[in-house]
C-alpha cells in the first residue's frame, strides 16, 4: 500500500522560504506522475507543479520563477523548493502521485505566509 507523509509546512513572513517534503512509502513506478497541489478553504484544489517521468511538466504561473518541484529516487521523496513566499501562497499543500492509473494523495500540510 503507497502512502504520501508530507512535512515542512509552517509560518514564514513574506519573502521567506519553505522545503516540502512528500515521503512515498511503498513501491511506484519510475514514471509516475507527481504533483503538489494547494488548497484555501474559498478556493478549489490549485494544481501548483509537477513532474513526470523525471522532468519537470508543469509549474503555475503565480509561482513560477519562486517554486521548484523535484524528486529524489533515492529517498523516494517530492520536494517543493518554495521562495519569495507571498501571502497569496497562504494555503494547504498537498502532494499527489498517479502510478499508472492509482492516485494517490497526502494529508497536507499548512503554509502560512503573513507579517
Known amino acids: 500500500q503507497v502512502q504520501l507523509v508530507e512535512s515542512g509546512g509552517g509560518k514564514v513572513q513574506p519573502g521567506g522560504s519553505l522545503r516540502l517534503s512528500c515521503a512515498i512509502s511503498?513501491?511506484?513506478?519510475?514514471?509516475?506522475?507527481m504533483a503538489w497541489y494547494r488548497q484555501t478553504p474559498r478556493e478549489q484544489r490549485e494544481l501548483v507543479a509537477s513532474i513526470h517521468n523525471h522532468r519537470v511538466a508543469y509549474t503555475a504561473d503565480s509561482v513560477k520563477g519562486r517554486f521548484t518541484i523535484s524528486r529524489d529516487n533515492a529517498k523516494n521523496t517530492i520536494y517543493l523548493e518554495m521562495n519569495s513566499l507571498k501571502p497569496e501562497d497562504t494555503a494547504v499543500y498537498y502532494c499527489?502521485?498517479?502510478?499508472?492509473?492509482?492516485?494517490?494523495w497526502g494529508q497536507g500540510t499548512q503554509v502560512s505566509v503573513s507579517s
Open positions: 511503498g513501491s511506484i513506478s519510475t514514471i509516475a506522475f
Open positions: 499527489y502521485v498517479d502510478d499508472l492509473g492509482d492516485k494517490y
